[in-house]
C-alpha cells in the first residue's frame, strides 16, 4: 500500500518561498504521475502540479507558472514542490496525489499561509 506522507508548509510573508517535500512509502512501478493539488478556503481543490514517472514532464497551473517548480528526488523517494514570490491568494492546504493504475493516492495535507 503506497502512503504519502506532505511537510514543509507553514506561514510565510507575501514575497516570500517555501519547499514542501512528499515523501512516497512503497515503490511504485510502471508509469504513474504524482504531483501537488491544493484547496483554499472556501475554494474547491485545485490542480497545481505534477511530473510524470518516465519522461519527467511537468505540468504547471497557470496561476503558478514561472513561481513554483516540481521536482524529484528517485534515491529518497521524494518529490518537491519550490514556491517563489509567493501570494495570499497561494493560502491553501497543499496534497500530494500519485495517480498509479487508474488509482489516486493522497497524502494528509500541509497548511501554507501566505499573510503579512
Known amino acids: 500500500q503506497l502512503q504519502l506522507v506532505e511537510s514543509g508548509g507553514g506561514l510565510v510573508q507575501p514575497g516570500g518561498s517555501l519547499r514542501l517535500s512528499c515523501a512516497v512509502s512503497?515503490?511504485?512501478?510502471?508509469?504513474?504521475?504524482i504531483g501537488w493539488f491544493r484547496q483554499g478556503p472556501g475554494k474547491e481543490r485545485e490542480g497545481v502540479s505534477c511530473i510524470s514517472s518516465h519522461d519527467q514532464r511537468t505540468v504547471y497551473a497557470d496561476s503558478v507558472k514561472d513561481r513554483f517548480t516540481i521536482s524529484r528526488d528517485n534515491a529518497r523517494n521524494t518529490v518537491y514542490l519550490q514556491m517563489n514570490s509567493l501570494k495570499p491568494e497561494d493560502t491553501a492546504v497543499y496534497y500530494c496525489?500519485?495517480?498509479?493504475?487508474?488509482?489516486?493516492?493522497w497524502g494528509q495535507g500541509t497548511q501554507v499561509t501566505v499573510s503579512s
Open positions: 496525489n500519485l495517480h498509479w493504475f487508474y488509482n489516486d493516492y
Open positions: 512503497g515503490s511504485p512501478f510502471g508509469y504513474y504521475v
